[in-house]
């Protein structure tokens, strides 16, 4: 996550540290970042080949 979320500047507060974390877990990292359990594919995909089927 480190190296991930965009944060080039220091959060002015914490509410603010807390709202881009929060964002970037739920808007990223569990909808689109590519998963090695799931054989290297978002959540995303395999929600819609589940559905697909």
Same mark, same amino acid.
């Given at each position: 996550m480190k190296t /991930? =979320?965009?944060a080039r500047q220091p959060f002015k507060? +914490? =509410?603010? %540290?807390k709202? %881009?974390?929060f964002a970037f !877990? /739920?808007?990223f990292y569990? +909808?689109?970042r590519l998963q090695?359990? !799931?054989g290297y +594919?978002?959540?995303a995909d395999l929600?819609?080949? %589940?559905a697909a089927a």
């Open positions: /991930e =979320l965009d507060t +914490r =509410l603010a %540290a709202n %881009a974390v !877990i /739920e808007g569990n +909808r689109n090695s359990a !799931i +594919r978002s959540p929600e819609q080949g %589940a």
